[in-house]
């Protein structure tokens, strides 16, 4: 999530969504014949089960409802999800259209944003103006020093170059935040794009320099400035990506775990001067910080000084502009489609614009949304109903565990008593968001979504040295998922 840095729900939670399609408001369901019993109604009769059971099993529902040229994938819960989509679009298009609401007011913003996304004439008339204060700021780096500050501030509205930060629950300590520091600045999807010897991974990497030097190029170069800017800006990620862990690395919670103070860890990369780093978020430097892949942050900071500063400003400029791309006029966001939606995505037709623009919404102020949507979709009664279905989970869970042969009494009560620890949260919050801070306005796409990124920094790194916030929401009422938080 732009914005949004990491999930921070302060104990294991489950969300129930509370809108499509339920018939607990009329009692159980009623049994089904075999024809109308959609698990047998979707079977394939024709495929073997022994052969393939998960073709036997939902053959006809993939026959029936073959993927979407503008999507990667498809599934029953996609399907879901378009009621959720018609759903949405209703409360952006009644808010949009509203004329009385307060400046300020949560239908002020969600109709604002609304209206800014999909006036497409405005988005083209503007082109890049919306960034150029940013591509200023980068064409001034002149020092390492500068370059840094640089690299800092755009962090606080939702461009991570060189690495990841974010600010969470510690995993070892749930009552305090901490600042999480992991690689990052690739503007591939993963580490291995950059060197696995596949046929898919090297058509994707093969396509990647020439559609790093378009994006340069939309920005103003010529085709032989694009084309070396490309190449030092690869050069740049690949080294980072050379330091960099593998998926399967970065599942040891332990090996990715490592607490040291903000001194040693300045010591380890003395280049990057991490309080003053920081000090350009406006975060007050911490007695600790936790750093996923201390190695990787070792060949960013040696990079720092290899590395002309003409390169690191083209790989600035490359990734702020991939990162509002999707916000900017259309040449910009076909072409980042192209490579991120259809050479690594795989689909073939960009989602319509309403939908893009509703998941930019619902990703910047979707808890807006959700307040109206709750009052449509999601009564009291009905939250109420799901809390009790979830009570009876638990209930059942705690009865099995009283009689499982294979447990001691000692091991029940411990098990009974981190049931009993574990919070619930159902439908939709009991208390919402202040989002008065939060400036969303009518006429700029991509500066409302650094405003709202911006905001979900600030959210975040506020948190630092306050009590954790076990009440916090990380999903939207209208989301039709669950989550689970360990921490």
Known sequence: MSGRTRVLAAFTAAVVLCGAGSYAAHGAPPLLSPAMDPLVRNMDPGARPGDDFFLHANGTWMKEHPIPPSERGWSIALAVMEEIYAQKLGICKETAATTDAPPGSSEQKVGSFWIAGMDSAAIEAKGTRPIQPWLDAIAAIRTREELLETVAHLRTVGVGAIYSLFIGLDDKNSTQYVIFLHQGGLGMEDRDYYFMDDESTNRIRDEYPEHVAAMLRLLGDDAARAEQGARSIIEIETALAGRSRTLEERRDPYANYNKMSLGDFTKLTPSIRWKDQLAEMEIAPPDSVVVGQPEFFVRADSLLGAVPIEAWRDYLRWHLVSTFAPQLS???????????????????????????????????????????????????????????????????????????????????????????????????????????????????????????????????????????????WEMTPQTYNAYFDGS
């Open 330 to 472: 259309s040449a910009f966001d076909k072409q980042n489609f192209h490579f991120y939606g259809t050479i690594s995505g795989g689909a073939t037709e960009q989602r319509p614009r309403w939908k893009r623009v509703l998941n930019a919404e619902e990703d910047a102020i979707g808890e807006l949304i959700g307040q109206v949507w709750v009052k449509r979709y999601c009564s009291p009664a009905t939250k109420a109903r799901y809390e009790k279905l979830t009570d009876n989970i638990f209930e059942t869970y705690a009865e099995r565990i009283r009689h499982l042969p294979w447990m001691t009494e000692a091991t029940k009560e411990k098990a009974l008593l981190k049931l009993s620890r574990v919070g619930k949260k159902v439908g939709y919050p009991d208390r919402w968001r202040d989002y008065s801070t939060l400036e969303i306005g009518g006429d700029s796409y991509a500066e409302n979504q650094m405003s709202a990124n911006r905001w979900w920094f600030r959210h975040y790194a506020d948190k630092l040295g306050k009590p954790v916030d076990r009440t916090e």
